[in-house]
């Protein structure tokens, strides 16, 4: 039985009323005017929830796939004793399927005057900002048999960061860039690399870096090595348009590009680049610029957080000129998009030539494993039709890649666990070559 505020007045006057009322002189009359006389004491006796001070305290933001703990502190600053269930509530996507009950629901006994804290674990299951709602207490008299009511807000938001599973893959990258960093000799030269050093001439070397005066000085061959030039600009382009939300296992492609994405700000990072971020659709829905490099990551990790597919067709022209606004200078522009074939030809096969012609432009799309699947099955009718179907589109988004191979574009089409890896060595070969 539970009651609050005025209401519970009501009752406790109505119970009184109904035990005047009622016959003494029976048995059952007296039965329930014991009964009625425990709700009446236990309405007296229960702690008044309106008075209660409440505070949070805990995390505020957590990686998809871990858990946070918030706490919820409970001041008794009435007179009587505080006991009481609460439930500290949440939207449905703070826990896993079935654990919220057990989550939000606390018992506390709290005297007069003093304080008590209860965790409330979250196991989010979406990105994005996580509110608290409101928090219901159902305070109890001693006896049990009737309760006040009464709900508190408490602000509090806990923004559920991108996992960035991917960054599993970072020290071998690392590894490969210290090779190109100059610490091994690098044999291709280009417009992105600079002198680093001379050694004796090895069997396979490039003969265009011999070093021939070097050479006669030294009465042996020298090869001049060559390292990749530093500080170079790099920005990535999440494209948040409609294709951006098709599901690709359990998650959306945006996600896997997010992936994909913090693979490469981390590395590039080290590499000693300029990393910025462009989210875009019809708008900007977010910008990373100018951070520095011990910013860069988080800050990528915080924007990416609330980021979600807009069900609206990318207007490629918008994006263009607002990547050419962002980088005056030439850089890489990695764009992670769909090499799906009808929005490729309406949207980025017309505005590219803006882009290469003063942009390196390295385009990402992510892949369905699936359909690969469906192209190796066979057996029955259906199975053969959806290979038919599945080989269709396979043979369409490779014509869109060698299309846009056509523009000088680099194109990484990769399903979601092997995209950021695929992504981070295009990168490193494109140092590598001095295109950057």
């Not at 606390?106 to 003093?114: I, L, Q, S, T, Y």
């Not at 609330?306 to 005056?328: K, N």
Request: glycine share 8%.
């Amino acid at each position: 039985m539970a009651l609050t505020g005025r209401t519970a007045l009501l009752a406790l006057a109505g119970v009184l009323v109904v035990g005047l009322l009622l016959p003494s002189a029976t048995g059952v009359g007296l039965v329930c005017g014991a009964v009625l006389a425990g709700v009446a004491a236990d309405l007296l006796l229960a702690a008044p929830v309106r008075n209660l001070r409440l505070t949070r305290s805990g995390d505020t933001s957590v990686r998809l796939g871990e858990s946070a703990r918030v706490t919820l502190t409970v001041e008794n600053t009435g007179r009587r004793r505080l006991r009481a269930r609460i439930r500290d509530a949440w939207p449905p996507s703070s826990w896993t399927s079935g654990s919220e009950q057990a989550a939000s629901r606390h018992r506390v006994d709290v005297p007069a005057g003093e304080r008590r804290r209860v965790t409330t674990v979250l196991h989010p299951t979406r990105r994005g900002d996580r509110p608290a709602h409101r928090v219901t207490v159902r305070s109890t008299g001693p006896l049990g048999l009737a309760a006040r009511q009464g709900s508190h807000t408490v602000p509090w938001t806990v923004r559920v960061l991108p996992p960035f599973a991917s960054r599993r893959h970072l020290p071998s990258r690392l590894s490969r860039l210290r090779e190109l960093d100059g610490r091994t000799s690098l044999l291709t030269r280009g417009q992105g690399t600079e002198f680093d050093s001379l050694r004796e001439y090895a069997p396979g070397d490039d003969v265009r870096s011999i070093d021939w005066r070097a050479s006669a000085r030294r009465s042996a061959v020298a090869v001049r090595t060559w390292r990749p030039e530093r500080d170079r600009r790099v920005l990535v382009v999440l494209d948040t348009g409609r294709t951006s939300a098709g599901r690709v296992g359990d998650a959306p492609r945006l996600d896997a590009a997010m992936d994909a994405a913090l693979l490469l700000a981390a590395l590039a990072t080290r590499a000693g680049d300029r990393v910025d971020l462009l989210a875009h659709d019809r708008r900007a829905r977010t910008s990373v610029q100018g951070r520095p490099a011990a910013e860069v990551l988080p800050s990528f990790v915080n924007a990416m957080a609330v980021l979600e597919p807009a069900l609206v067709e990318t207007d490629m022209r918008a994006l263009v000129s607002a990547v050419l606004r962002r980088a005056p200078q030439r850089s890489l522009v990695v764009l992670l998009t769909t090499l799906d074939a009808a929005p490729a030809e309406q949207g980025l096969l017309t505005v590219l030539p803006r882009l290469t012609g003063r942009h390196e432009v390295l385009v990402t799309s992510v892949a369905d494993p699936r359909t690969e699947e469906m192209a190796a099955a066979r057996g029955t009718v259906e199975a053969v039709y959806g290979a038919a179907s599945a080989e269709r589109t396979r043979a369409a988004r490779r014509q869109t890649a060698e299309r846009l191979g056509r523009h000088g574009v680099t194109v990484v089409d990769a399903p979601p666990e092997e995209l950021p890896p695929a992504l981070a060595d295009a990168y490193l070969a494109l140092k590598a070559a001095g295109r950057l």
